[in-house]
């Protein structure tokens, strides 16, 4: 049985940083690319960062890039993403996910497991 499990969130103020974590069981870890999604009150759910089975590649939806970087552990079958610079605009629930094998992919469809999200709340 797939488990993806989030952890780090919490409540900060605008300009802050933090640092989410995914810790993945029940499968081989280092044949999934990673992504992070998040879903803010009254919005459907959106991409957020993708990184590949072997972290050599990552991609950021534009609203992100330059302030969160993606990246995993192999060898801890954990994902992270941090985030700095955060902005009110950030507050969302932030979903780990996990696509087929050796398959990258953007589109929230195209995962199959999915973690039960961690709060992420940005007061101005």
């Known amino acids: 049985q797939v488990q993806l499990v989030e952890s780090g969130g919490g409540l900060v103020q605008a300009g802050d940083s933090l640092r989410l974590s995914c810790a993945a069981s029940?499968?081989?870890?280092?044949?999934?690319?990673m992504g992070w999604f998040r879903q803010a009150p009254g919005k459907e759910r959106e991409f957020v960062a993708v990184?590949?089975?072997?972290?050599?590649?990552?991609y950021y939806a534009d609203s992100v890039k330059g302030r969160f970087t993606i990246s995993r552990d192999n060898a801890k079958n954990t994902v992270y993403l941090q985030m700095n610079r955060l902005k009110p605009e950030d507050t969302a629930v932030y979903y780990c996910?996990?696509?087929?094998?050796?398959?990258?992919?953007?589109?929230?469809?195209?995962?199959?497991?999915w973690g039960q999200g961690t709060q992420v709340t940005v007061s101005s």
């Open positions: 990184i590949t089975w072997s972290g050599a590649s990552t």
């Open positions: 029940g499968l081989t870890f280092s044949e999934h690319a």
């Open positions: 996910a996990a696509p087929p094998p050796h398959t990258l992919v953007t589109g929230l469809r195209e995962y199959d497991y």
